[in-house]
């Protein structure tokens, strides 16, 4: 009998920002639960209503979030994929304060130390992920951007490395480019845009 190579079986985020909700209902009505957005007006106008009525649905912020977005966020959305600095830390924390939740944290490593990119270095990770526990936030995983021109099963396994360091359950990396070698290395959830709904215009 032939050795099969074992996969993950990560959980799909469909990637839904600059698509209108015609779209996505299809999803929504076969059942899919898990999607991204990267921009929170966006995301307030297309999702607040259908939420309020599907409470199964999950919504992931995964795109840069700003201080003064924070209360809008913690609000909305389930998870946030981008927590990258003590500062944007503790204003999630005193949002869900406000209004009694908790999302679930991942924190964004800037793995290929790219200085465009957002994230924090490999080297303060233990130090931020320290942090959101003593405020009481719940990480559940760390999230990467890979460099979009190199080996990205490279950059993966060292995510897979480090998040094992940490004993987080849930690790954020793939999309629709390189979502086999991110489910080769551990992930746990894909962010899937363009596979699903098709190119953006």
Not at 102 to 120: A, H, T, W, Y
Not at 128 to 140: H, P, R, T
Request: net charge positive.
């Amino acid at each position: 009998m032939e050795n099969l190579e074992v996969f993950n079986l990560p959980k799909i985020i469909a990637v839904s920002k600059t698509f209108k909700m015609d779209k996505i209902l299809p999803l929504i009505d076969h059942g899919h639960v898990d999607f991204g957005e990267n921009k929170i007006q966006e995301a307030v106008d297309k999702w607040a209503e259908i939420k309020s009525k599907n409470l199964n649905i999950k919504l992931h912020m995964i795109g840069k979030l700003q201080s003064n977005k924070v209360k809008f966020a913690v609000k909305l959305f389930d998870y946030i994929h981008s927590v990258d600095s003590e500062k944007l830390a503790k204003k999630i924390a005193d949002e869900q304060n406000k209004v009694n939740k908790r999302v679930k944290i991942f924190i964004q490593v800037n793995i290929g130390d790219e200085e465009q990119k957002s994230g924090v270095k490999k080297t303060v990770v233990n130090d931020l992920i320290l942090y959101c526990k003593k405020i009481n936030l719940d990480v559940v995983g760390l999230m990467c951007l890979p460099p979009a021109d190199d080996n990205s099963s490279f950059y993966f396994n060292e995510m897979n490395l480090l998040n094992k360091s940490f004993g987080l359950s849930e690790l954020s990396m793939g999309m629709s480019s390189d979502y086999l070698e991110a489910s080769k290395n551990s992930s746990t959830y894909l962010r899937i845009g363009s596979s699903i709904f098709g190119e953006r215009i």
